[in-house]
Structure formats: structure tokens, C-alpha cells
């Protein structure tokens, strides 16, 4: 039972996640002291992508206040997938946003 609690919270945590990434005035796109980390925050919630040796190994870490966060695999693809909309719409807008 409690196993089931675990994953029906987290993967409430995504969708959350995910629908806050829809908004861009809801969260903030930072580095982290590593050059290869890209950070987006949300409050006390933190989300890391620190890109692996091909797409498909990058890692998604999701801190709360500190903590890490724990998340089954497939709420992990996704919330990885949805970051790498954000960060591509925010490229496309600093490339973009500069010529107008």
C-alpha cells in the first residue's frame, strides 16, 4: 500500500511539474555551478538536467528544499521531455527575441 502512495504522489509531482512548465511566468531557467547543469526552479522545487553521452542518457534530478526527490522511470521521461521543450522555446525566443 504504501509503495502504491509513493508512486501515486510522484506521479502527481510530474503532471504538477509539468503543467507549471506549460507557464512561462511560473518558473525560472538558471546554470548551476556546473557549465553542463541547466536548473529550472519553482518555488523550493528544483529541476536538474545534467546531459548524458547521448540524449537518451541524460539524467533528470528533482530536488524539494534540498532533498532529493524520487520518481518512477516514466515520470521521469516525461518531465524530461517537457524540460526540453521549455529550454528549446527559450532558445528559440533568445535567438528570436534579439533580431525584432
Given at each position: 500500500?504504501r509503495?502504491?502512495?509513493?508512486?501515486?504522489?510522484a506521479?502527481?509531482?510530474?503532471?504538477?511539474?509539468?503543467?507549471?512548465?506549460?507557464?512561462?511566468?511560473?518558473?525560472?531557467?538558471?546554470?548551476?555551478s556546473?557549465?553542463?547543469?541547466?536548473?529550472?526552479?519553482?518555488?523550493t522545487?528544483s529541476?536538474r538536467?545534467?546531459?548524458g553521452?547521448f540524449?537518451?542518457?541524460?539524467?533528470?534530478?528533482?530536488?524539494?528544499?534540498?532533498?532529493?526527490?524520487?520518481l518512477?522511470?516514466?515520470?521521469?521521461?516525461?518531465?524530461?521531455?517537457?524540460?526540453?521543450?521549455?529550454?528549446?522555446?527559450?532558445?528559440?525566443?533568445?535567438i528570436?527575441?534579439?533580431?525584432?
Open positions: 500500500m509503495q502504491f502512495r509513493a508512486r501515486y504522489r506521479r502527481q509531482l510530474t503532471l504538477d511539474l509539468v503543467k507549471c512548465l506549460a507557464r512561462p511566468d511560473r518558473f525560472r531557467i538558471s546554470q548551476s556546473v557549465v553542463t547543469r541547466v536548473v529550472i526552479t519553482h518555488g522545487t529541476v538536467i545534467q546531459p553521452r540524449r537518451c542518457f541524460d539524467r533528470v534530478m528533482v530536488e524539494y528544499k534540498g532533498a532529493d526527490v524520487w518512477p522511470l516514466l515520470s521521469r521521461l516525461r518531465l524530461r521531455q517537457a524540460v526540453r521543450c521549455v529550454l528549446a522555446e527559450a532558445a528559440q525566443e533568445g528570436y527575441g534579439d533580431q525584432g
